[in-house]
């Protein structure tokens, strides 16, 4: 993204806000790095809250431990949760009691991955997602929950921090069986959202600081959920289903008063 600023402002002149993602150093935004990994904690806040639950109270399996999935278990962890399972492309870890995800992430970084971390046992990758917990998170690669193993699921809250990490086969298999799924098109919206305020701050000239960019992703992600909790229940619909027709609507809205509508 440096290079891409660098050379736009070669024949526009200094033009940080035509992209975003960009070093600290050079109009990046404060809290970018955690920013997607914050979103999918505060989504799954809003939705346990919805269900009269807190995030202390539950315990969560991540498959993934990338950027997005090392985030979510470092906040979730700090919110009092209870992680039982991570796995990455190394392997898998278990601790029934809960992985000490602090020290998990200092061993991922220095070995590259989360397998023979001393605080677990290796367990099977293969069977991440059909581990016993309250929260489910996909947070690795996409096309993961197939018609295939969505009967093993035994969370019940799937929370998709992954694109697509759900085919459909596998969402309609969920719905019946009564697993709510938060989907990943608002779910991991918080990396773009903070790039929106990347973009905000350069526009404005002025940078935020991290409490900021972090209380207004809040603020937006539940927002976000509010408006989506209506749509679904005005619509008697899934939170997918409520998703895609809150974003569609809003674009046929301003198409309308755009003058383009029929």
């Known amino acids: 993204m440096a290079w891409i600023l660098d050379e736009y402002s070669k024949f526009h002149g200094y033009s940080p806000a035509v992209v975003t993602g960009k070093p600290v150093d050079l109009g990046g935004s404060v809290g970018r790095e955690a920013a997607t990994g914050r979103g999918v904690v505060y989504a799954?806040?809003?939705?346990?809250?919805?269900?009269?639950?807190?995030?202390?109270?539950?315990?969560?399996?991540?498959?993934?431990?990338?950027?997005?999935?090392?985030?979510?278990?470092?906040?979730?962890?700090?919110k009092g949760g209870k992680v039982l399972v991570v796995s990455d492309a190394t392997g898998a870890v278990q601790n029934p009691c809960g992985i000490d995800v602090p020290g998990l992430i200092r061993h991922h970084q220095n070995t590259g991955g989360v397998k023979g971390f001393s605080g677990c046992i290796d367990t099977d990758p293969n069977s991440v997602l059909s581990e016993p917990c309250d929260v489910l998170i996909p947070a690795a690669i996409g096309g993961v929950l197939t018609r295939e193993n969505a009967h093993d699921v035994r969370a019940k809250f799937v929370v998709e921090a992954a694109n697509h990490p759900t085919d459909p086969d596998a969402d309609e298999i969920l719905a019946k069986r009564n697993i709510i799924v938060l989907p990943d098109v608002y779910a991991n919206a918080g990396g773009v959202t903070v790039s929106y305020f990347e973009w905000v701050q350069n526009i404005q000239g002025f940078m935020w600081e991290k409490h900021k960019v972090s209380t207004t992703l809040e603020t937006y992600m539940t927002n976000a959920y509010k408006d989506l909790k209506e749509v679904c229940k005005s619509k008697n619909c899934s939170y997918r289903m409520g998703a895609f027709c809150l974003g569609i609507d809003r674009v046929a809205r301003a198409t309308v008063l755009r003058g383009w509508g029929a």
């Open 44 to 78: 799954t806040e809003a939705l346990l809250k919805d269900f009269g639950k807190h995030i202390a109270d539950q315990t969560f399996v991540i498959q993934g431990f990338g950027n997005v999935g090392s985030w979510t278990a470092r906040l979730l962890c700090e």
